[in-house]
């Protein structure tokens, strides 16, 4: 079965960071651009940041650039996202999916698939 499987996620209190991962299985990272997207109660899944194959390039939301970076370790077929400076609107439950982008990657949330589950991140004091 390919399908990513998030982890990491948890209640952080306001200024805090998590690290979140995301682990491929049944499937090799090396041939996809990776974006993490969340989705808040009662919003839209929104585009958070993405990477491309080789890692070379990286696109952020406006929300979170400075606060969030991206990366991947295509040997552990894994794909991480540090978020510092946690802020009570990143509550949200995060996911990550893969695309076929080439050398370059965007947050057009129609072109990712092998979808997981999700982590949830809640920050609150």
């Known amino acids: 079965q390919l399908q990513f499987v998030e982890s990491g996620g948890g209640l952080v209190q306001p200024g805090g960071s998590l690290r979140l991962s995301c682990a491929a299985s049944?499937?090799?990272?090396?041939?996809?651009?990776i974006g993490w997207f969340r989705q808040a109660p009662g919003k839209e899944r929104e585009g958070v940041s993405c990477?491309?194959?080789?890692?070379?390039?990286?696109n952020y939301a406006d929300s979170v650039k400075g606060r969030f970076t991206i990366s991947r370790d295509n040997a552990k077929n894994t794909v991480y996202l540090q978020m510092n400076g946690l802020k009570p609107e990143d509550t949200a439950v995060y996911y990550c999916a893969a695309a076929q982008y080439g050398s370059s990657c965007l947050m057009a949330i129609w072109e990712y698939y092998y979808w997981g589950q999700g982590t949830q991140v809640t920050v609150s004091s």
């Open positions: 990477i491309s194959r080789s890692g070379g390039s990286t």
């Open positions: 049944g499937f090799t990272l090396d041939y996809y651009a």
